[in-house]
């Protein structure tokens, strides 16, 4: 295993939380409920502290003067390797409850493998993370059962939801070389595994709150290796333009 491999795969793991919480942050102030937006805001928190996990391993990798914020705020978008799934707005709060409920139920999985991982660093982060994954899928299940199995109006506005945020969906569960590569070295996780126990969490979430699982197999990929849609450049620019704008100003 070359470095740039696992490199790559960092950056993978550490740019999809990070887009993931800068999405989520959007919320802040705006949920339904103060409850709940107290709750969506923690998960956003939650998933920058691994990417900075991710993207501080990931910047020892590289070496010279990268540091995990020039990872984060000095790149651009064709220089990121998140899902494509992670990038998607925030429409109301059904659309991203359903993205949420697709990551987090596929993120548990992956997290779970990871523990395994014969990489020791990236093992002890999904080893610290885990708890609050845990959390995260079941919070987000019990949403989709609430809102699936509640109004009429739920009901159709999740089931919408659903159908609209599918197509992301395929590329995370989708081994591409790197991954192949990764899983053979031990380090990286079978997601055909990871893809066989997502479906049957799928199910049966979407069984409880009533819902229909999409049939449509057409699915959007690109994120892993740089190639994503236009909304990823809307969220670099809110969230890079403080240090873009003032490279050497310090708290």
């Known amino acids: 295993m070359n470095n740039s491999d696992l490199y790559e795969y960092t950056l993978r793991l550490g740019d999809t939380a990070l887009i993931l919480g800068q999405r989520l942050s959007e919320w802040c102030g705006h949920g339904p409920v103060l409850e709940q937006d107290i ?11 691994q990417a900075r996990q991710f993207l501080q391993y990931a910047a020892e990798l590289k ?24 990038e998607q ?32 660093r990236i093992s002890s982060i999904a080893q610290k993370a885990m708890k609050e994954i845990t959390y995260h899928a079941q919070w987000s299940a019990e949403w989709i059962i609430r809102l699936g199995d509640g ?17 992301w969906t395929g590329e995370m569960l989708e081994a591409d070389e790197l991954d192949l590569r ?52 809307y969220v ?11 490279p050497n100003s310090k708290w």
């Open 39 to 49: 709750a969506l805001t923690n998960i956003a928190l939650d998933q920058i502290g």
């Open 63 to 86: 070496g010279g003067d990268t540091t995990e914020d020039s990872l984060a705020y000095h790149r651009d978008a064709h220089q990121f390797r998140n899902l494509l799934l992670v």
């Open 89 to 120: 707005d925030n429409g109301h709060w059904g659309d991203t409850l359903a993205r949420q409920f697709f990551f987090d139920t596929y993120n548990y999985f992956l997290f779970e493998r990871l523990m395994k991982s014969s990489d020791e």
């Open 151 to 167: 109004t009429e109006e739920s009901h159709d506005k999740i089931q919408k939801s659903i159908n609209d945020i599918w197509m």
């Open 182 to 233: 990764m899983h053979e070295a031990g380090i990286g996780v079978d997601l055909t595994e990871v893809t066989a126990l997502w479906n049957d969490k799928v199910d049966e979430i979407l069984k409880l709150a009533t819902l229909e699982k999409p049939e449509s197999a057409q699915h959007q990929r690109g994120g892993k290796r740089g190639v994503h849609s236009e909304k990823l450049g």
């Open 236 to 246: 670099l620019a809110e969230m890079q333009h403080i240090p873009k704008s003032y």
